[in-house]
């Protein structure tokens, strides 16, 4: 029996800054996850992954990430994407620097 498809937004890397990206519903990358197009149509999910894995040029490592709609906006499930849109750990530098 297969899981049934949950909501995701297509997240990457920017190929020049390393900044942490996502895919928007004009097919354009964004720094902020508010701006992301959250996804919930599997074969829709599939389809611009596979367009934003061809945009080498520009981004890198494309996955699709699980993300809820809550009452602030789109929000991580996993720990996983609520830290890599905090920015590197290393140092406070960047988006960090906001915090």
């Given amino acids: 029996m297969s899981r049934q498809f ?3 937004v297509v997240t990457a890397n920017a190929l020049l800054e390393g900044d942490v990206v996502y895919l928007t519903n004009a ?3 964004t720094r902020k996850l508010s701006d992301a197009a ?3 149509d599997e074969a829709d999910a599939d389809l611009r992954l596979l367009q934003a894995e061809a945009q080498t040029g520009v981004v890198v490592g494309a996955y699709l990430a699980e993300m809820s709609d809550g009452p602030n906006g789109l929000e991580p499930t996993h ?3 609520a830290f890599r849109r905090k920015g590197p750990s290393n140092y406070r530098h960047g988006k960090q620097e906001q915090i």
Avoid: M, N, V, Y
């Fill in 38 to 40: 959250l996804i919930t």
């Fill in 6 to 8: 949950t909501p995701k």
């Fill in 27 to 29: 097919d354009t990358w």
């Fill in 79 to 81: 720990f996983r994407e």
